[in-house]
Every structure is written in structure tokens, then in C-alpha cells.
């Protein structure tokens, strides 16, 4: 499953059943503008500065969660000479500390739903590069800054549970039922769940006797 489903289902699981179980997707301002930042980060060529390396667009997997995606931006931190931590990088004599980076279009949110995607990725490193990663950082588009995470235990057994609660999603094959919340309007599939006239409180059998016209005898 891809990581990015993980913020789907933190923000609301029918919107995960709808794009992974029906193939369903519609793009908004607010989605656009993610998806273009996204291409900026992963437009630009690998770099180097003085002490780190950047790796972008770096394809990640986990089988212990069943996860794939792509890091924004790994960043490689070079450590002191002899260290046995990290590493090794091809022609390189020292031992390098990686480090994902997401970016996204907005704010800081109320929820850790950023934080568990970035945290998946982490975790995705730690699997494949069989190292231990402690940090990471989020960059938001409208603060223009970096937010740091730390990887804790209670982050990490968020990741891990969610990760979980996706996979169980997906074989039940189910979309749960749509319910209206504030959060609604800023979702690009607003006009495919219809959360109003679809809603938990809603009866198709009441819509329907309302809809239904009377007989009519017609003399001819």
C-alpha cells in the first residue's frame, strides 16, 4: 500500500476506501498545489553541500508494514571521521545519517497526520538501510519553514498501528459510510462522497417514498 494512504486514512477513512478500494480521485486548489510543490522538490537535481547530502524523489519500502512510496528529500548528514554510526556511501571515506524531509503546501496541522507519513517513511529507511533514524523534518509551504519530529515510541506505534488499520481497510473491501464534518470542504472528493445527502443520517427508503410520484389514470 502507499504511505501517502496513511494521512488519507488519519484524515478520514472513507476518503482512503474511496481512492484505494474505488479508484476514485478529483483534484482541488489545495491538492494542485501540493502535487506542484511535490514536483518542485523532486525536479531538482541531487546535491551536495558542505557536510550533507540531498537525495530526492528516493523510492522507500517496508515489508514489515507493507508500505511503499517516495521520499520528498532524504537528507545524508555526514558524521565524524571514525564513527560507526550510519552509512556507507559509495566513494566515500566517512558514514552518513539519513534523514526524510516532506514537504506540503499548508500549516502545521491540529492532528499528526503529516508527522505518521513522515514517520512511515522513517521507518521505511531504517528497513532498508538497517539504521536507526531519530528525526525528521516537515517543510510547509506557507510558513516556509521547517518543522522538526523526533520518531518516538509513541509516534512510531501510531505509524505502525496505522499502517495496520489500512492493510485491515483494504481486505474488508468496504467503504464506511459517509459522515459530514467541517474538514468536508477542504476534501478534493466533496462532490464524489456526497457526505450531505449520502450521510449516516440519511435513508435512501425515505428519499425515495418522497420522490416517488402518484398514480395517475389517464382517460382516453
Not at 518516538?152 to 464534518?181: K, M, V
Amino acid at each position: 500500500m502507499p504511505i501517502s494512504a496513511l494521512q488519507h486514512l488519519k484524515f478520514c477513512p472513507r476518503q482512503c476506501a474511496l481512492i484505494q478500494l474505488e479508484g476514485l480521485w478529483s483534484e482541488n486548489r489545495l491538492t494542485a498545489e501540493g502535487r506542484i510543490l511535490h514536483e518542485k522538490a523532486h525536479a531538482i537535481q541531487p546535491e551536495s553541500r558542505p557536510g550533507i547530502r540531498l537525495a530526492r524523489a528516493l523510492r522507500l519500502h517496508s515489508f514489515q508494514m507493507g508500505l511503499s512510496g517516495q521520499a520528498d528529500v532524504v537528507e545524508f548528514i555526514r558524521l565524524p571521521a571514525g564513527s560507526t554510526n550510519g552509512i556507507k556511501l559509495e566513494d566515500e571515506p566517512h558514514r552518513w545519517h539519513p534523514r526524510p524531509v516532506e514537504y506540503k503546501r499548508g500549516r502545521p496541522k491540529k492532528d499528526n497526520c503529516d508527522l505518521v507519513q513522515l514517520c512511515a517513511q522513517a521507518i521505511c529507511l531504517e528497513e532498508m538501510l538497517n539504521v536507526r533514524i531519530d528525526s525528521g523534518a516537515v517543510f510547509y509551504g506557507k510558513t516556509r519553514r521547517k518543522q522538526e519530529v523526533i520518531f518516538d515510541g509513541s509516534l512510531r506505534r501510531q505509524t505502525e498501528e496505522l499502517a495496520a488499520d489500512l492493510h485491515q481497510l483494504i481486505e474488508s473491501r468496504t467503504t464506511p459510510p459517509a459522515r459530514y464534518e467541517k474538514k468536508c470542504g477542504n476534501c478534493s472528493l466533496l462532490d464524489l462522497c456526497l457526505p450531505k445527502v449520502t450521510g449516516v443520517k440519511k435513508n435512501i427508503g425515505r428519499y425515495l417514498a418522497k420522490a416517488k410520484m402518484p398514480d395517475t389514470e389517464y382517460e382516453l
